[in-house]
DNA sequence: TTGAAAGCGCTACCAA
DNA sequence: TTGGTAGCGCTTTCAA
């Protein structure tokens, strides 16, 4: 288990620990080792397999070639894409990833972060719960290198990346206006992110530069832990003759997936009596038994500007702030009727 | 961003760093240390938010607090909910989670094991690529704490967390034929995995037990990175009148999506033409155009399960290897006929 | 009841 | 062109 030390390769070779460090770390010309040494020492940590400790190293050198990512949930698909994602392009530079699930909780977000630190890793990307401006703030102030992707606080200046779901949502209200629906529900999670802000508003917005009008009871948002009760009550709440909704956009993936699963139990037909969009896209919603018409944005490459981005950050402490929006794309099925 | 150090607080308290260094980390009383010290020590360090650094710790102790978590792919949402659980199970026990993926890759997947072991991992789960038997012996040998899951070296005696997969074959197996089908196919992945070469033989023998031929072309395997095109080249040919399959075991819920989407794209109609079957369950399988028959299995659970076991090896290095196999649930739908 | 000092494995400075 | 040595922040042995 045990791989061999610098001290050990010393003794082997009756050279000193420092020449051995120089060469080993490709400093042998700069330090104007003899060739000869140069060539024995290498041979022999090749060998013998050598690996410098890392824990020792970074003890020392204060780096760790570790990039952390501290997210809400690694069992999201989404943020699991992202994940992978970052890992690859990471890898691609030398660095391994370190991650954490937060479960939006500010306490274990700050543990996280703090933890991260104490293994001194290089940069962070963190898709944050946006509870925890106070460590957003202290990192930024100790320009410290980081990214954030998806999750934003207003009221500081990072590199961030994420979506532009101002587009997004305006295609989905205008597919559906142009499909023939202008009483148009916005279903959503009442959480404080604001990127589902940045979704509600865009509704309403569009909504009204398109003359329809927002009535009481359009808009819904359940707890991040609803059941399905809980859709199926907010449903049957707008498409009571009061309000009478006839298009339904879901803030997210997820809640798409179970609003077409309470449609379909309460048994109300898609795209007839109902039209449905989702803004967020899961791969299997081809195969519904109506296709759903959705909004797709790129995944992958959310986590690849980041790293990207926090490669130059680590390479430049003092670099301009980049701020990234990727463009999303409106998928045409079924559910929305024929077109 | 520095936290405070040992060093820093003995100057300011005027006491050795011993003395601190036994404090906190509850050896006070052992080490008896006068309850005036003790106090004084704590609250400072409470005050100060003193955290150990880990790097320096885990040098001298040669732990790290950390599990380290091997799989093939973080986002393959079968290993992302895995990792959740372990991550959680882990917290719950004061450890953290590295993770590393491998992309099925045996050089990949050593480098990582490696770097995990040099980083001072307190133990391994690994979801191998099976293809590095190398390292799993070598731990093993050392006595190395470790858990494999899902993928399995069978001439190795590990601990193993993984599925009953015979059990859940045999119900996909006698459901198709309890539904009126005799010719049942088996679409897999052409990798050489125990789990997956368990379910074919399971197939195979279930449909021999109940007297039921496994005529050639019943069996079709596909690369891991197929396209649309190789799904439907390959029901295709089972489709044909020499074959003439009614029935489909599909061997992962991945292939199961992609399959019905071939099935949909040829106009087959399920299940009329064809019953479907997925080995392996997928969230949305219940919304699908004909709601799929599917084997569930207890995904958490099995991060659960490994962490458990690991921990226990932690604690006893000899301890007796442990195998443990979660069954699984057949969820009967629509996708093979009414019932 | 407390402290001094060695040492984990490495890097980096200063000497030789 | 190379080596000795200090020190990163901590734990642990031995001495006081």
Redesign the pocket.
């Known amino acids: 288990m ?9 003794t082997a070779l ?9 060469v ?2 490709g ?2 010309d700069e ?8 060539q024995m020492i290498e041979e022999y940590a090749k060998a013998h397999n ?8 970074s ?4 780096k760790s070639n570790m990039i952390g990512f501290v997210l809400p949930n690694i069992a999201d698909f989404f943020f699991a894409r992202i994940t992978r994602s970052i890992e690859k392009k990471a890898m691609q530079s030398g660095y391994e990833v370190v991650f954490s699930s937060t479960g939006e909780d500010k306490e274990r977000e700050e543990k996280s972060i703090q933890s991260m630190l104490d293994r001194n890793v290089d940069g962070l990307i963190i898709a944050s719960s946006q509870k925890n401006e106070k460590d957003i703030l202290r990192l930024t102030q100790n320009k410290f290198p980081m990214v954030l992707i998806d999750r934003k606080y207003p009221d500081i200046s990072t590199n961030f990346v994420g979506l532009n779901n101002i587009g997004g949502i305006t295609m989905l209200v205008e597919h559906l206006i142009n499909m023939g629906r202008k009483k148009i529900g916005f279903v959503s999670l009442n959480m404080d992110l604001l990127t589902l802000n940045e979704r509600l508003n865009s509704y309403e917005e569009t909504m009204k530069r398109n003359g329809c009008e927002v009535k009481k009871g359009f808009i819904q948002q359940l707890e991040y832990n609803h059941t399905d009760n809980d859709m199926e009550r907010i449903i049957k709440i707008m498409l009571s003759k009061s309000i009478g909704v006839e298009g339904l956009i879901f803030s997210t993936q997820f809640l798409a997936a179970d609003g077409i699963r309470a449609l379909n139990k309460m048994n109300i037909k898609v795209p007839t009596d109902m039209a449905v969009v989702s803004y967020g896209h899961k791969n299997d919603f081809d195969l519904f038994k109506v296709p759903l018409t959705a909004i797709d944005f790129p995944v992958e490459e959310i986590g690849e500007k980041a790293v990207d981005i926090l490669l130059e950050n680590m390479k430049d402490i003092n670099m301009k702030k980049e701020e990234f929006y990727f463009n999303t794309e409106l998928i045409v099925r079924e559910s929305c009727g024929s077109h």
């Not at 330090?31 to 140069?38: A, G, L």
Request: charged fraction near 20%; aromatic fraction near 4%; avoid cysteine.
């Open positions: 045990k791989t061999i030390s610098l001290q050990e390769i010393s009756k050279v000193s620990k420092s020449t051995i460090s120089y080993l770390n400093r042998g330090k104007r080792i003899s060739i000869n040494t140069q050598y690996k410098p400790n890392p824990l020792a190293r003890l020392i050198v204060g």
